[in-house]
């Protein structure tokens, strides 16, 4: 079934061409993703049925259905991808999975009570949730071709998959009571997300639109936006030591690699991810309750300085505070506010320096 895009292919290449320029330092203004709201229903539904039991062609026809009728402005394109909630990787090791459609997500809950030195991971290529992902993305890629780009499911970062197997209460008891058996597990873990990654971008690959992951970026080449939640509980050396050899060993793996700094609690492990070499920038998420983005210039300024990107979701009156205070060259913004009109999201462009 053919797709019927408010995208054309010079849009295309004008996507490419920036973003391009973007991750290489090169361009004199920032990102800016808007989306029209009033085009955008819910993207999935988080019931057993629809993620498991129903066709994968009624799922696509669904998902194509929203891509036809949104408007992309600024250096928004049309993407997709299959929302089996944060670290459905848990669900390929074999995680009970469990759908909450009031909540707009998935949880993920231990298949038994072993102990922490019983657990062992490894692939398992007959999973129903692994060949449910690679069907979905298979036939998203051929169904839409080089019109969308299919993004790769959420695997997940190390320290959670982990806590799905052994709660997180649990896990927190584990990594100053056994942190043999964490690094033991968090080392398996980045070999096999790595596998999944590749078997993932081997067929995304093939329709020539790049990659993107969950996050709104876009990148010509290998990208994604790497996250610890987990991490939001432990110390800097925990992190140093469970976290950041896992982050660093798949970033090395990327052309284009982001974290999810998610809340001030992270703020602490900020120092060692820019010093990361192959890490090309930090996307920060303020947190429930906490002052927006525009409000953190010191923190934004600190990214930047390190000589990271920086990606936010704000306002267009926080996205014009912060060009302002700190310029646009390296950042990106998703645009939150209630933009509606083509017209109304070229004039925000142009006093962003767009």
């Not at 402005?73 to 459609?101: C, E, Q, R, S, T």
């Not at 927190?172 to 971008?201: G, H, M, Q």
């Not at 300024?301 to 979701?313: H, S, Y």
């Amino acid at each position: 079934m053919s797709i019927e895009l408010h995208f054309t292919d010079e849009d295309w290449e004008r996507i490419q061409r920036d973003w391009s320029l973007w991750w290489a330092g090169e361009l004199n203004r920032p990102m800016v993703i808007i989306e029209n709201p009033m085009s955008i229903p819910m993207g999935m539904e988080f019931t057993h049925e629809f993620l498991l039991g129903k066709p994968v062609e009624e799922v696509l026809d669904h998902q194509q259905a929203m891509l036809e009728v949104r408007e992309f402005y600024g250096d928004a394109w049309p993407k997709w991808w299959p929302n089996y909630g944060p670290g459905i990787m848990a669900g390929f090791l074999g995680a009970k999975v469990h759908g909450d459609p009031e909540m707009e997500t998935v949880w993920f809950e231990p298949p038994d009570t072993k102990a922490i030195a019983d657990i062992r991971f490894a692939f398992e290529a007959e999973n129903v949730w692994w060949k449910r992902i690679v069907e979905l993305t298979r036939r998203a890629v051929e169904r839409w071709g080089n019109k969308v780009s299919v993004a790769h499911t959420d695997l997940g970062g190390n320290l959670d998959i982990v806590a799905s197997f052994r709660t997180t209460q649990n896990l927190l008891f584990d990594v100053i009571d056994s942190p043999d058996e964490v690094k033991r597990l968090v080392n398996d873990i980045t070999a096999l997300w790595l596998r999944y990654y590749d078997e993932l971008w081997a067929i995304i690959r093939k329709a020539g639109r790049g990659t993107t992951p969950w996050a709104p970026i876009w990148s010509p080449g290998r990208c994604y936006m790497f996250q610890s939640d987990f991490c939001y509980m432990i110390s800097p050396q925990m992190f140093e030591k469970f976290v950041l050899p896992d982050i660093e060993a798949c970033t090395r793996k990327m052309d284009h690699g982001f974290y999810h700094l998610d809340g001030k609690g992270q703020i602490l492990h900020l120092d060692m991810l820019l010093s990361l070499e192959k890490l090309a920038g930090i996307q920060w998420i303020p947190g429930d309750g906490a002052p927006p983005p525009e409000e953190w210039l010191p923190l934004l300024k600190r990214i930047r300085d390190a000589g990271k990107l920086c990606q936010v979701f704000v306002s267009a009156e926080g996205a014009q505070t912060i060009v302002r205070e700190l310029g646009g060259r390296g950042f990106a913004f998703f645009i939150m506010s209630f933009i509606t009109s083509r017209e109304e999201a070229e004039d925000l462009l142009k006093t962003l320096g767009c």
